[in-house]
């Protein structure tokens, strides 16, 4: 049963439209969120979210978290080709273990 | 950000050979060490865990003796897959962290393909 679920798996959209990747979880002792956009090679840090509530934001790309709800968005506004990639949610426990990835979600932005 | 190299970046070899995989963290001490294993079109596999010093812990269905990892200094870290077959090409990657698991830095990875 997987731990971090990611939603959509892929998504198409064209240059300019703004997208909404979802990733909820379910773990005993949560202590962070991460997200992470990978393109060709390793995948390379995004955001990392521990409170409810309080949007992270970078550029055309932000992110907030639900502790309540257990979920997290990933916003990604004004699109461009070079946002195609997979963007990856992973959840880190509480005590010295590893990353908990979810399947990841494949974004194409075609112009 | 930390600097996380692997070599090497790309390895095509036979059937029944063994190939070493090594990841170096270039510029700080990484006391543990992951080992991923991606598929196309699908997520990272976490393989196992290195601590400096100490046995890896491998994750559940990862044979042990098949994907031999040592983790001999706190800078190295080697993965060996040994009799490798045409079902073992994937994309392995390796990140180290020297404190808690979201600090890990990813390497670049390295894409096998045993024929």
């Known amino acids: 049963e997987d731990k971090v679920v990611q939603s959509p798996l892929s998504l198409v959209v064209h240059e300019g439209d703004t997208v909404t990747l979802n990733c909820s979880y379910e773990v005993t002792n949560f202590r962070s969120l991460l997200w992470y956009k990978q393109e060709k090679k390793a995948p390379t840090f995004l955001f990392m979210l521990?409170?409810?509530?309080i949007e992270k934001k970078s550029g055309r790309l932000s992110s907030i978290l639900d502790k309540k709800e257990l979920f997290s968005i990933l916003n990604i506004t004004a699109t461009q080709t070079g946002d195609s990639a997979v963007y990856l949610c992973?959840?880190?426990?509480?005590?010295?273990?590893?990353?908990?990835f979810g399947k990841g979600t494949r974004l194409s932005v075609i112009a | 950000g930390a600097v996380v190299s692997q070599h090497p970046s790309w390895v095509i070899c036979k059937s029944g050979t063994s190939v070493k995989i090594e990841c170096r963290s270039l510029?700080?001490?990484?006391?543990?060490m992951f080992w991923y294993r991606q598929f196309p079109k699908q997520s990272l596999m976490l393989m196992a865990t290195?601590?400096?010093?100490?046995?890896?812990?491998?994750e559940q269905g990862v044979e042990k003796d098949k994907f031999l990892i040592n983790h001999a200094s706190l800078t190295l870290s080697t993965l060996t897959v040994t009799s490798a077959h045409p079902e073992d090409s994937s994309f392995y990657i390796c990140?180290?962290?020297?404190?808690?698991?979201?600090?890990?830095?990813f390497g670049p990875g390295t894409r096998l393909t045993v024929t």
């Open positions: 510029d700080f001490q990484a006391t543990t």
């Open positions: 290195s601590n400096e010093g100490s046995k890896a812990t491998y």
């Open positions: 990140s180290a962290s020297s404190g808690r698991a979201y600090e890990q830095y």
């Open positions: 992973a959840v880190e426990e509480v005590g010295n273990t590893p990353l908990v």
């Open positions: 521990t409170s409810s509530g």
